[in-house]
């Protein structure tokens, strides 16, 4: 996740939520797996990805989003 928070610094910030420990996060988002990738706007869920992905499938994900 270090290498993405880097290259998207001023884009967007990078955060890793252990789901166990916030059940709330799961619930307002409807997270229903992990892992799982969760694309925020104004705290606004704007685009989600279940499933375990490469770090060039993450860049994909997050330029077609962007």
């Known amino acids: 996740m270090g ?14 939520v252990d789901i166990s420990r916030c059940p709330a ?4 988002y409807g ?4 892992p799982s990738c969760l694309l925020l706007k104004e705290e606004e869920a704007v685009a989600h ?6 770090i060039d499938e993450v860049r994909r994900f997050l330029e077609g989003h962007l």
């Open 3 to 16: 290498d993405i928070a880097a290259d998207y610094t001023g884009r967007l910030t990078v955060v890793r």
């Open 25 to 28: 996060a799961t619930e307002r």
């Open 31 to 34: 997270i229903t797996g992990a």
């Open 49 to 54: 990805a279940a499933g375990p992905m490469t």
